[in-house]
């Protein structure tokens, strides 16, 4: 199970937004760069400025950068906006975006900063193995438990903490060991199901 489950009800909810941008000209190549604009700014915000109060910021971004990856998905779908160009703005994005609005808690105190790095390595990791499982014929995997959603969940709940409760910093020391764990079994997950996705298909070929 991962928040990325929760998807299509987030969707419905935003569909008239998206129907209002497409009317507007907006384009989704235009939503993904906003997305990633929006991601750098928070990213330097947070690392200009390291104060535990002020990451009651990083659930709004996050949550505006996930309605607006949304909103591009479903430009490109459901308003015939799918290029390749938009692919690849897409996947980047993502990765970007995530070390831009995660990198900057190495610079407050307390924080594990060596789990951190490893998080984000995993991050671009379980990303690229998701990217990969295309190449050998498989889907795009977006398998949990540690997928982009889960990840800005946490993030983003973990912020809102030490907003109020700078003390909490400290958790980062048994926190981020226990999201490395998550991460590792995302990427094993990503790959066992992108296998046995060919194999099936290769089944079904063959009768």
């Known amino acids: 199970m991962t928040i990325y489950d929760l998807k299509p009800r987030f969707q419905n909810l935003l569909r008239p937004i998206v129907t209002f941008l497409y009317t507007q000209g907006i384009t989704a190549n235009q939503v993904t760069l906003g997305a990633l604009l929006l991601s750098i700014m928070g990213g330097f915000l947070f690392s200009l400025w390291p104060f535990p109060w002020l990451y009651w910021l990083l659930p709004v971004f996050l949550f505006i950068r996930m309605a607006l990856n949304a909103i591009d998905g479903m430009l490109a779908r459901e308003h015939h906006q799918k290029s390749h160009l938009g692919a690849i703005y897409n996947e980047l994005g993502d990765i970007i975006s995530d070390v831009a609005l995660y990198l900057p ?66 958790w980062s020391h048994y926190l981020f060991p226990f999201m490395i764990i998550l991460l590792l079994m995302t990427c094993y997950q990503r790959v066992v199901k992108s296998l046995r996705e060919i194999r099936l298909v290769e089944q079904s070929q063959s009768h």
């Open 105 to 170: 808690f190495c610079f407050l105190p307390n924080v594990s900063s060596v789990s951190l790095l490893i998080i984000l390595f995993l991050t671009i990791l379980t990303e690229f193995i998701g990217v990969l499982a295309q190449t050998i014929g498989a889907s795009r995997r977006y398998d949990g438990p540690m997928g982009k959603s889960d990840r800005a969940f946490v993030f983003g709940a973990y912020g809102l903490i030490i907003a109020f409760f700078p003390s909490a910093l400290i």
